[in-house]
């Protein structure tokens, strides 16, 4: 098993910044890829950023050359960093770990991330 604990989000004005992190812990060694997920009010959950272990990054295109995701693996810590955030940024955020070998996909409890115009 794997939980993942994201603390953090909140209100930001429109071109502002924020950082979120997701604390993984249990079977950490396990996990293969992380990433970073959103779901805005009456629309499904997209994926927003994913990293690999091998630090392969992949990004939605709404979202890239403004967030960045990365990752430090001896802290078992998933980031997001936001930049030029958009009203239509406004979701909320999932973390998500990936175990491979069993077809697991573990999921943090979300946080509320609002960006006002």
């Known amino acids: ?3 993942l604990v994201e603390p953090g989000g909140g209100l930001v004005q429109a071109g502002g910044s924020l950082r979120l992190s997701c604390a993984a812990s249990g079977r950490t060694f396990s996990i293969n890829a992380m ?3 959103r ?4 629309k499904q959950r997209e994926l927003v950023a994913r990293i690999t272990n091998g630090g392969t990054t992949n990004y939605a295109d ?13 802290k078992n810590t998933l980031y997001l960093q936001m930049n ?3 009203p239509e940024d406004t979701a909320v955020y999932y973390c ?6 069993f077809n697991n ?3 943090g409890q979300g946080t509320q991330v609002t960006v006002s115009s």
Request: charged share 20%.
């Open 96 to 101: 998500n770990a990936e175990q491979w070998r």
């Open 84 to 86: 030029s955030l958009k």
């Open 62 to 74: 709404s979202v890239k050359g403004r967030f960045t995701i990365s990752r430090d693996t001896a």
């Open 39 to 42: 779901q805005a009010p009456g």
């Open 105 to 107: 996909a573990y999921w």
């Open 35 to 37: 990433g970073w997920y």
């Open 1 to 3: 098993q794997v939980q």
